[in-house]
């Protein structure tokens, strides 16, 4: 008998998938029968996936706060799943610009709630859809050297619970993948800070998308591909003084290198 995938004939739309995770996830969903939209801001990493990827493969170039309309017209009037997965690894401190906290806020948070907008009508109607969230573990816990970009993970953390608790009942899925350091180009630009928290424990973009299909089967929200995490995040919610003096210890050691 042939196992026929639960994604067979899909209709997916992954965002940021010029690369690291997103581009992991677009294969991963082609490969499991889904014909699925690349999209991306870059248009020559968008192409040379959704040329790798085929016949099921869309490509879509542009804003993922936008893309909604122009990828269900695409994907003949109906989207299955929306990979809310295009961040941005905005560094800095309390003292980094507006700009770059309203960029942040924009890329990480608001990008979610515009599709999550223009999607959940539908959902709603046919008492059927799927959200995944790519967050990151800064989103639990947060990120030396990296406060937009961990302020803005809580938000996106915040928002996809918020989706769950609010549509489960109504068919809606959702999932927030939260992992740790990730062989793409956003460890690299990282930094120090990076090489000192993620690097020793990262694993490949496959890995991430392995971990979000296992919890897709199991329904589980939370996606943790670094297990370690859980144990984090409940060290964080318990002995938060504790945690914040590690964290701390973290932050000198980084600003001694």
């Not at 941005?88 to 806020?105: K, P, R, S, T, Y």
């Not at 959902?123 to 859809?129: H, T």
Request: aromatic share 8%.
């Amino acid at each position: 008998m042939i196992s026929v995938s639960a994604y067979q004939d899909q209709r997916v739309v992954v965002t940021g998938a010029g690369g690291g995770i997103g581009a992991a996830l677009a294969r991963r969903f082609a490969a499991e029968g889904a014909t699925v939209v690349v999209n991306d801001i870059d248009t020559a990493k968008a192409a040379a996936v959704a040329d790798e990827i085929g016949a099921r493969a869309i490509m879509l170039t542009g804003d993922a706060s936008t893309i909604v309309p122009e990828a269900r017209e695409a994907l003949d009037g109906r989207i299955d799943v929306y990979c809310a997965n295009a961040g941005l690894a905005a560094g800095g401190d309390a003292f980094a610009d507006e700009d770059v906290w309203e960029a942040a806020w924009d890329v990480n948070v608001m990008a979610h709630v515009r599709a999550a907008r223009m999607l959940l009508p539908a959902w709603l109607e046919r008492e059927e859809g799927r959200f995944v969230s790519t967050v990151s573990a800064a989103g639990l816990l947060t990120m030396i050297g990296a406060a937009p970009y961990s302020v803005t993970k809580h938000g996106a953390l915040a928002f996809a619970e918020w989706l769950s608790l609010t549509y489960r009942h109504r068919g809606v899925q959702v999932h927030a993948i939260c992992p740790q350091g990730v062989r793409t180009d956003m460890l690299t630009a990282a930094g120090s800070a990076g090489e000192l928290v993620l690097a020793p424990t990262a694993i490949e973009p496959e890995a991430v998308v392995d971990a979000l299909f296992d919890g897709m089967e199991k329904g589980r929200f939370l996606i943790l591909p670094h297990p370690e995490v859980a144990d984090f995040y409940a060290a964080r919610a318990t002995e938060p003084d504790r945690w914040l003096s590690g964290m701390n210890h973290l932050q000198q050691k980084w600003e001694a290198r």
